[in-house]
C-alpha cells in the first residue's frame, strides 16, 4: 500500500499506546515475527494483529510471509507528517514565548 492510499489517518493509528510501542520495537529491528510481538505484550495474537493491522492501513507497517510466518516491519515515513505538524506548533510556541519574553522585559524596564 503506498502512502498515497492509506486507508487511515497516522494520527489515529499512533493514538494508541499498544501501537506506539509496536512501533517503538519495530525501530530497533529489521524485521520481527508475529509471535515475537506477541510475546512483549500481555494480550493475546489476535489483539496484537488488530494493532497491527491498523498501523498497515495507515503505511506504518510492512508484512511478508515467510513460509507460516509473518514478519514486520516499520515504514517510518508517514510519521513524517507527524513531525510536520508538531515542527509547526514548536515554532509558534516559540515566537509567542519569545515576543512574551520581550514583553516582560520592556514591562520592567
Known amino acids: 500500500m503506498s502512502e498515497d492510499h492509506q ?6 493509528a499512533i ?3 499498544t501501537r506506539r510501542r509496536l512501533i ?5 529491528a529489521e524485521e520481527i515475527p508475529l509471535h515475537e510481538l506477541t510475546a512483549q505484550f500481555q494480550m493475546g495474537r489476535t489483539a ?3 494493532h ?3 498501523l498497515k ?9 515467510v513460509g ?6 516499520l515504514n517510518a515515513s508517514p510519521l513524517r507528517e507527524i513531525q510536520d505538524w508538531v515542527a509547526f506548533y514548536s515554532k509558534f510556541w516559540s515566537t ?3 515576543r512574551l519574553s520581550q514583553l516582560l522585559e520592556e514591562e520592567e524596564e
Request: aromatic share 6%.
Open 15 to 17: 493514538a494508541d499506546p
Open 68 to 73: 507460516r510466518e509473518t514478519r514486520f516491519r
Open 57 to 65: 492501513e495507515a503505511g506504518l507497517v510492512h508484512d511478508r510471509k
Open 48 to 50: 496484537v494483529s488488530k
Open 52 to 54: 497491527l493491522t491498523i
Open 96 to 98: 509567542n514565548l519569545l
Open 24 to 28: 517503538h520495537l519495530l525501530a530497533q
Open 7 to 12: 486507508l487511515r489517518d497516522v494520527f489515529d
